[in-house]
């Protein structure tokens, strides 16, 4: 099974300012192509850009999508370099949004805080169904931090 990654600042596409509502940073997705089951295995999230002149919160958040909005295309990355190309496709940076449903993690964090998650076990692991355009999204917004956030997903194809 091969592990890999993706985010939304080391591709081409330009970050999104952030606002009161849902900016998809990053997203991985099964596809017709190659019908995957994937899982997420860790989340590391941030603002990328000057800090609000007041202190604010930014909330990111992980949700199942099923249908893609517009963005770029990602390429992921494999962790260890003989592995094959990801099975996935990615996106970053959208500039429309797609369907989200059921809410999978969330945190709110202070706007000069980052954070890393990695799943302890199986158990904590966030999946998706093979079935084409399924998979997550890791998305931010705010109310006050008008700013690039920065997110990224480690995965595996299963």
Do not use: H
């Amino acid at each position: 099974m091969s592990r890999y990654y993706i985010d939304n600042r080391f591709n081409t596409a330009s970050q999104q300012v952030l606002t009161t509502t849902l900016k998809t940073l990053v997203s991985v997705y099964s596809n017709t192509g190659v019908l995957r089951r994937g899982r997420c295995v860790a989340i590391a999230v941030g603002p990328d850009g000057a800090p609000n002149a007041t202190d604010c919160q930014i909330v990111y958040t992980v949700e199942r999508m099923t249908a893609n909005g517009t963005a770029t295309a990602g390429t992921p990355n494999p962790r260890f370099p003989a592995d094959q190309a990801s099975n996935m496709l990615a996106s970053v940076n959208y500039t429309a949004e797609g369907t989200y449903t059921l809410l999978q993690w969330t945190r709110s964090l202070n706007q000069r805080a980052s954070m890393q998650w990695a799943a302890q076990d199986y158990d904590a692991m966030i999946l998706w169904p093979a079935t084409n355009l399924n998979g997550l999204i890791l998305g931010a917004l705010s109310p006050t931090y008008a700013a690039n956030a920065f997110g990224g997903f480690e995965y595996e194809d299963l």
